[in-house]
């Protein structure tokens, strides 16, 4: 079978570091190794506005911004379809069917959408397309037959959903959808990126985040600012790495050419830390001051961020042209959703039009009463 990936992101702000590891860096190292069939990337902008109906224009204004990023990491819209959700209306029929495919006990299951409800304070006041929002990233990922979905780990209840909507949609009507499954990242710490300021989750709404697009003053100023371990005091106090946010973004960004590009003695040409384990064991031990390890970081950063916001700028200038690039993306998403539709329609028997056996039959069952 020909592997087809599909992904996306709702469009409520910047993207930033947490999606650079989690997402972003493997969907162009999938893109670019040239074995999958095709790759789909959505911009969730019909999923965004569950959760904004009173503020339309956030997630308007905030398209362009995932679509800069998407462009200046490196997806590339020749080897990528990057769409617009809410430009392929299909998806909502494929929605409306599968809607009757869940139990609304099984919606209220979904652990990533109750953390979402609690974290939001819905309480008693849950809009009905959010709650129901699972059953249409079933219908995002079914509708392009991807087999691929690469997430971060919130997103592991969706797939899950996904494959039990897929399952029963299959055993009622037969083999139609493909069941997909979830590619997390390899590195164990780009699953979830803590905040600067040592929260669980690098996240837009607790203010915790380095954004793609910050500028070079910026990162450096956050990089400072850092939570660390907060009973390393003295720089001779033994430290520790585990947990310690700053630590975590070395885990997920540093390559050993950092080392040899930081640590050099200019002199004597030795290393004064070899790899990541020997800066480790040094804060461990007592003797490696926070400000140190953070200035390492930060060249890190600049080094990693500085040719994707080189990008940004370019593409800066060429705006009408990145939503032309959408929309051709969605043309194209839209070709192959209304071909999973009818699909599906077949298979539930909804297709009147196509269907000529049908109507000769319900002539037929007319003249023989007459
Ligand atoms: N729910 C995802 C998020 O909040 C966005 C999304 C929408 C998505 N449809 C998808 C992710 C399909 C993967 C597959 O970021």
Same mark, same amino acid.
């Given at each position: 079978?020909?592997? !087809?990936?599909?992904? $996306?992101?709702?469009?409520?702000?910047?993207?930033?570091? @947490? =999606?650079?590891?989690?997402?972003? #860096?493997?969907?162009?190292?999938?893109?670019?190794?040239?074995? /999958?069939?095709?790759?789909?990337?959505?911009?969730?902008?019909?999923?965004?506005?569950?959760?904004?109906?009173?503020?339309?224009?956030?997630?308007?204004?905030?398209? !362009?911004?995932?679509?800069?990023? /998407?462009?200046?990491?490196?997806?590339?819209?020749?080897?990528?379809? !990057?769409?617009?959700?809410?430009?392929?209306?299909?998806?909502?029929?494929?929605?409306? /069917?599968?809607?009757?495919?869940?139990?609304?006990?099984?919606?209220?299951?979904?652990?990533?959408?109750?953390?979402e409800i609690e974290y939001r304070g819905f309480n008693n006041s849950i809009?009905?397309? +959010?709650?129901?929002?699972?059953?249409?990233?079933?219908?995002?990922?079914? @509708?392009?037959?991807? &087999?691929?979905?690469?997430?971060?780990?919130?997103?592991?209840?969706?797939?899950?959903?996904?494959?039990?909507? *897929?399952?029963?949609?299959?055993?009622? %009507?037969?083999?139609?959808?493909?069941?997909? =499954?979830?590619?997390?990242?390899?590195?164990? +710490?780009? #699953?979830?990126?803590?905040? !600067?300021?040592?929260?669980?989750?690098?996240?837009?709404?607790?203010?915790?985040?380095?954004?793609?697009?910050?500028?070079?003053?910026?990162?450096?100023?956050?990089?400072?600012?850092?939570?660390?371990?907060?009973?390393?005091?003295?720089?001779?106090?033994? $430290?520790?790495?585990?947990?310690?946010? *700053?630590?975590? %973004?070395?885990?997920?960004?540093?390559?050993?050419? =950092?080392?040899?590009?930081?640590?050099?003695?200019?002199?004597?040409?030795?290393?004064?830390?070899?790899?990541?384990?020997?800066?480790?064991? =040094? /804060?461990?031990?007592?003797?490696?001051?926070?400000?140190?390890?953070?200035? +390492?970081? &930060?060249?890190?950063?600049?080094?990693?961020?500085?040719?994707?916001?080189?990008?940004?700028?370019?593409?800066?200038?060429?705006?009408?042209? *990145? %939503?032309?690039?959408?929309?051709?993306?969605?043309?194209?998403?839209? &070709?192959?959703?209304?071909?999973?539709?009818?699909? *599906?329609?077949?298979?539930?028997?909804?297709? %009147?039009?196509?269907?000529?056996?049908?109507?000769?039959?319900?002539?037929?069952?007319?003249?023989?009463?007459?």
């Open positions: 079978m020909k592997d !087809i990936i599909l992904t $996306g992101d709702r469009p409520t702000g910047r993207l930033h570091l @947490g =999606h650079l590891v989690g997402s972003l #860096k493997q969907r162009v190292e999938l893109q670019n190794s040239g074995k /999958y069939e095709q790759i789909f990337i959505e911009i969730a902008d019909a999923q965004a506005t569950t959760d904004n109906s009173g503020n339309i224009q956030k997630v308007k204004d905030n398209v !362009i911004e995932v679509a800069l990023d /998407y462009l200046s990491c490196g997806i590339d819209p020749k080897k990528s379809t !990057i769409f617009l959700q809410s430009e392929v209306p299909e998806l909502s029929d494929l929605t409306f /069917y599968y809607m009757n495919l869940v139990t609304f006990s099984r919606l209220k299951r979904n652990p990533t959408v109750k953390q809009p009905v397309g +959010f709650m129901t929002y699972p059953i249409s990233q079933a219908a995002d990922i079914t @509708g392009f037959n991807a &087999n691929i979905v690469p997430v971060g780990d919130d997103q592991l209840p969706m797939i899950e959903q996904t494959r039990e909507i *897929v399952r029963t949609f299959n055993r009622l %009507y037969g083999e139609v959808l493909v069941e997909p =499954h979830a590619v997390l990242p390899k590195n164990e +710490f780009c #699953k979830r990126l803590p905040g !600067i300021d040592g929260n669980a989750k690098m996240s837009k709404s607790l203010g915790n985040c380095i954004y793609l697009a910050d500028t070079k003053e910026e990162v450096e100023k956050k990089v400072m600012s850092m939570f660390t371990d907060p009973n390393h005091v003295k720089v001779s106090d033994p $430290g520790k790495t585990e947990g310690n946010p *700053v630590f975590i %973004y070395l885990e997920a960004f540093c390559k050993d050419e =950092h080392f040899e590009k930081y640590f050099k003695n200019e002199e004597t040409k030795e290393l004064e830390y070899k790899n990541l384990d020997e800066l480790k064991a =040094h /804060y461990e031990r007592g003797g490696l001051g926070d400000m140190k390890v953070k200035r +390492f970081l &930060n060249f890190v950063l600049q080094d990693t961020l500085e040719p994707i916001r080189k990008r940004r700028c370019e593409l800066e200038n060429n705006i009408p042209e *990145v %939503y032309q690039i959408l929309f051709d993306g969605s043309d194209k998403a839209r &070709n192959i959703v209304a071909d999973t539709l009818g699909k *599906v329609k077949k298979a539930m028997g909804l297709d %009147y039009r196509n269907d000529k056996d049908f109507i000769t039959k319900q002539a037929e069952k007319y003249s023989s009463n007459s």
